[in-house]
């Protein structure tokens, strides 16, 4: 099972930019679709962001043109490049492997990290 470890986050201004990191456990890391997800206080978890093995990317309108998913496979590792934030891109940010469903939308698959808070104050 893939194990995560998420690193970046911080408090910045509106209109400041954050690189949040998620480093993946397991030989078998290139092969996995990944995902970035938030949660902010009272509200479900979302996913955010969404990089497959192939590199495709597709994001959630509320952060398209502002957020960028990379990988970067020689290090197991996910990036999730925050520009022109918002105060509503506060949350606890947190990255998992992904599958599709039979209804062709993405399940998480690993476990858990801690995440890392992310806060936005203007």
């Known amino acids: 099972q893939v194990q995560v470890v998420e690193s970046g986050g911080g408090s910045v201004q509106v209109g400041g930019s954050l690189r949040l990191s998620c480093v993946a456990s397991?030989?078998?890391?290139?092969?996995?679709?990944m995902g970035w997800y938030r949660q902010a206080p009272g509200k479900q978890r979302e996913l955010v962001a969404i990089?497959?093995?192939?590199?495709?990317?597709n994001y959630a309108d509320s952060v398209k043109g502002r957020f960028t998913i990379s990988r970067d496979n020689t290090k197991n590792t996910v990036y999730l490049q925050m520009n022109s934030l918002k105060s509503d891109d506060t949350a606890v940010y947190y990255c998992?492997?992904?599958?599709?469903?039979?209804?062709?939308?993405?399940?998480?698959?690993?476990?858990w990290g801690q995440g890392t808070q992310v806060t936005v104050s203007s």
């Open positions: 998992n492997a992904l599958m599709r469903n039979r209804y062709r939308d993405y399940d998480p698959i690993g476990s």
């Open positions: 397991g030989k078998i890391f290139s092969i996995h679709d």
């Open positions: 990089i497959t093995s192939a590199s495709t990317t």
